[in-house]
């Protein structure tokens, strides 16, 4: 189907930097054709500072970027998700909600930005590698055929993004 948009939800334990950097890059890159979310089991409340200034210097979008449940997601008016992506190893551990819809779901392990601490270069250059990882990923994700693959290849390959 050429014309769908596809659902993406990225969870994360805080919902403060990855899976935040993530939904704005998937909003950018997927032009229309994808509709990003992020949301946290234990979100923190507020996003990174670091983040947003990341966002910013990529002119990414940094506009209604919250750090939220991931029950606004299961819940009655949730939207139908295709796709979910954990960016955080401890979010993978956790028992995850039941998503709307059976979406494909897929590990994209990232090490967290938010826990370098140090001199300001060092946490900038961490921020930085994330948004890259992240960026190289949701590219592969953006180049697969979706219209003419099947489910399973599907699944397969977005699973194997996570390890790229």
Same mark, same amino acid.
């Given at each position: 189907?050429?014309?769908?948009?596809?659902?993406?939800?990225?969870? %994360?334990?805080?919902? +403060?930097?990855?899976?935040?950097?993530?939904?704005?890059? *998937?909003?950018?890159?997927?032009?229309?054709?994808?509709?990003? !979310? +992020?949301?946290?089991? !234990?979100?923190?409340?507020?996003?990174?500072?670091?983040?947003?200034?990341? @966002?910013?210097? !990529?002119?990414?979008?940094?506009?209604?970027?919250?750090?939220?449940?991931?029950?606004?997601?299961?819940?009655?008016?949730?939207?139908?998700?295709?796709?979910?992506?954990?960016? %955080?190893?401890?979010?993978?551990?956790?028992? %995850?909600?039941?998503?709307?819809?059976?979406?494909?779901?897929? !590990?994209?392990?990232?090490?967290?930005?938010?826990?370098?601490?140090?001199?300001?270069?060092?946490?900038?250059?961490?921020? +930085?590698?994330?948004?890259?990882?992240?960026?190289?990923?949701?590219? @592969? *994700?953006?180049?697969?055929?979706?219209?003419?693959?099947?489910? @399973?290849?599907?699944?397969?390959?977005?699973?194997?993004?996570?390890?790229?």
């Amino acid at each position: 189907m050429a014309d769908k948009t596809y659902h993406v939800l990225f969870v %994360c334990t805080g919902n +403060s930097a990855r899976s935040i950097m993530a939904e704005a890059l *998937m909003n950018d890159l997927g032009a229309g054709r994808f509709q990003a !979310h +992020s949301a946290g089991s !234990h979100p923190t409340g507020q996003v990174h500072p670091w983040a947003m200034e990341m @966002l910013a210097r !990529h002119r990414l979008p940094v506009q209604g970027g919250r750090s939220k449940s991931w029950d606004e997601f299961v819940g009655p008016g949730a939207p139908r998700l295709d796709f979910v992506f954990t960016v %955080c190893d401890k979010a993978a551990g956790e028992l %995850c909600p039941v998503w709307p819809g059976q979406p494909m779901t897929a !590990h994209w392990g990232v090490p967290d930005p938010a826990a370098v601490t140090g001199p300001d270069a060092l946490v900038e250059k961490a921020f +930085s590698d994330t948004l890259l990882t992240l960026k190289r990923r949701i590219q @592969l *994700m953006l180049s697969l055929p979706l219209d003419s693959l099947d489910r @399973l290849a599907i699944q397969h390959e977005i699973q194997a993004i996570g390890s790229r």
